[in-house]
């Protein structure tokens, strides 16, 4: 079954023209008083904007460019007033991004679209198309629904007209007016016609139970049908943010959910008629990491989701909606399954090496060049490796030996190993884990995410630090996004608990 997620037509020069004339770098007067071409003072590799914070990207692949429209959350209802805009980003390489400002106005107090929530791009005969949820919850208080699929156009990408009257609303005898949302059109080119997706609930089953994703067809993106559900799996309250996507033999629908557990899922099929099965790891990332949705140049997949702050910048505040942007680069596997790495573009960006102080501070270690390793069966070791910089990367490989507790690498540690964060890894839980000390006993760690670890075979870690972020892999398969801010500062580290482990290939760049 074949598919067109995004037309190949070539844009026309106009439409290039446009784009390069409307784009503004990112950047920011650093301390040094150049400017960067990367905001360093707002997370340079884990974009945001100035004034506020980002939610849900939609990214979309055009003429070599990445384009990613977000939305923007001010936080600020008294200086910015009420409801959520678009916004649109552009970048060639991941990394380096330009700003193309607002994209779709928000409606007003009265108006379907107060908060223009999460949509999708489309192209067709050099026509782009968003469909997008029109949100107001002043309506709900009126007896009307409070979302809609609505739909604005472009010609260029930049410039959006907004068609003012929503084209469909969830059908009232047979789905939960209120959840109607976020949009996903392709074409199945075996059914001869455009599939949208949407992210909704029926009205009967246990109240956690309803969540389906809706399917609604057209002949000419214009006049739409609701069909009988894509997906309804008796899993969620609702899994919103669809998206869908074909790689090989194999079909991805991916979706987001806030029922159990704050996560973006994937299910993998042959058919887009399922059935949708469920691999062992079927996320992409952890808590901090929501709302992905995926784009390709044809050769390369990327998952683009956010990063979540936390009230009062403190590491036991609420999660928030809305944060950074994060990208991770998706690989197939040979059983189909995905997988994710970091971009190498992003690797390529630290380029500086930081000389290493390796010191050991508590355990007998031993070192043989480059390789440093501790024996504590029954206790608890820890080396210094040097004073983390502002922004860095820190790279290495861990040899566990036989029923070793955990190791890891240790962040931000203070002089005493008072206060530090860790990044921990369990051989006998199969999982990485961020934690934070000191923490209570009946607190849970901050994050943790599943990965196969097989005896014998060394674990690869790679981690960047900028500002409150912390993006770690696992050998190059498994991410786990999060957030630290009350420890600063400090040291990276080594360490062992209850075993013994030996550690290679250890590395700490930044950038020029």
Not at 124 to 136: A, P, R, S, V
Not at 183 to 201: D, I, K, Q, S, T
Not at 305 to 323: A, H, S, V, Y
Request: charged share 20%.
């Amino acid at each position: 079954m074949g598919q067109v997620l995004h037309s190949s037509v070539t844009t026309t020069e106009a439409v290039r023209r446009a784009i390069q004339n409307n784009a503004v770098p990112i950047t920011s007067v650093t301390g040094t008083g150049q400017a960067q071409e990367r905001n360093y003072l707002n997370m340079s590799f884990f974009y945001k904007p100035v004034d506020g914070w980002a939610a849900d990207f939609i990214p979309f692949y055009w003429d070599g460019e990445y384009h990613l429209f977000y939305l923007k959350d001010y936080r600020n209802k008294t200086e910015y007033g009420e409801g959520t805009p678009w916004f649109h980003l552009s970048t060639r390489d991941n990394v380096q991004f330009a700003d193309h400002g607002e994209a779709i106005v928000r409606g007003k107090e009265d108006e379907q679209d107060l908060y223009i929530f999460t949509g999708c791009v489309f192209e067709k005969d050099g026509l782009f198309h968003i469909f997008y949820t029109g949100h107001n919850p002043h309506l709900r208080a009126a007896g009307q629904p409070e979302q809609a699929v609505m739909q604005a156009t472009s010609e260029d990408l930049i410039t959006w007209t907004k068609n003012p009257t929503p084209i469909i609303f969830a059908d009232p005898e047979k789905y939960e007016i209120h959840d109607w949302r976020d949009p996903f059109v392709f074409w199945n080119e075996e059914a001869g016609e455009y599939w949208m997706l949407l992210a909704a609930r029926i009205k009967t089953g246990p109240i956690n139970r309803r969540g389906i994703t809706a399917l609604v067809s057209s002949p000419d993106l214009v006049n739409w049908t609701i069909r009988d559900p894509f997906w309804m799996p008796d899993l969620y309250f609702t899994h919103e943010c669809p998206d869908l996507f074909k790689m090989g033999d194999w079909w991805y629908l991916v979706y987001s959910t806030f029922t159990e557990r704050n996560i973006t899922h994937y299910r993998m099929s042959k058919s887009l008629a399922g059935p949708w099965l469920a691999p062992t790891n079927d996320a992409f990332d952890g808590r901090a990491f929501y709302a992905a949705k995926t784009a390709s140049d044809g050769q390369r997949r990327f998952a683009y989701g956010w990063n979540p702050t936390r009230t009062n910048e403190e590491d036991t505040g609420r999660w928030n909606w809305g944060g950074s942007l994060v990208i991770h680069e998706v690989e197939q596997q040979p059983d189909g399954s995905l997988t994710v790495h970091m971009p190498q573009e992003l690797v390529d960006e630290f380029k500086q090496d930081v000389p290493l102080e390796i010191t050991p501070q508590m355990g007998q270690w031993q070192s043989d060049g480059d390789t440093w390793s501790v024996d504590v069966p029954s206790g608890f070791a820890w080396a210094s490796i040097v004073e983390m910089p502002q922004t860095s990367m820190l790279e290495a490989t861990i040899q566990f030996d036989q029923n070793t507790r955990s190791a890891g690498i240790i962040l931000r540690a203070d002089e005493t190993l008072d206060h530090y964060y860790q990044l921990r890894v369990e051989p006998g839980r199969n999982r990485i884990v961020f934690d934070r000390s000191p923490r209570p006993g009946d607190e849970p760690p901050i994050i943790e995410r599943p990965v196969q670890l097989v005896e014998g075979q060394p674990v690869y870690i790679r981690v960047i630090v900028e500002g409150s972020i912390i993006l770690a892999y696992v050998n190059d398969e498994v991410a786990l996004s999060a957030r630290g801010y009350e420890h600063q500062g400090g040291s990276y580290g080594l360490f062992v608990s209850e075993g013994s482990a030996t550690f290679n290939r250890i590395e700490v760049r930044t950038i020029d």
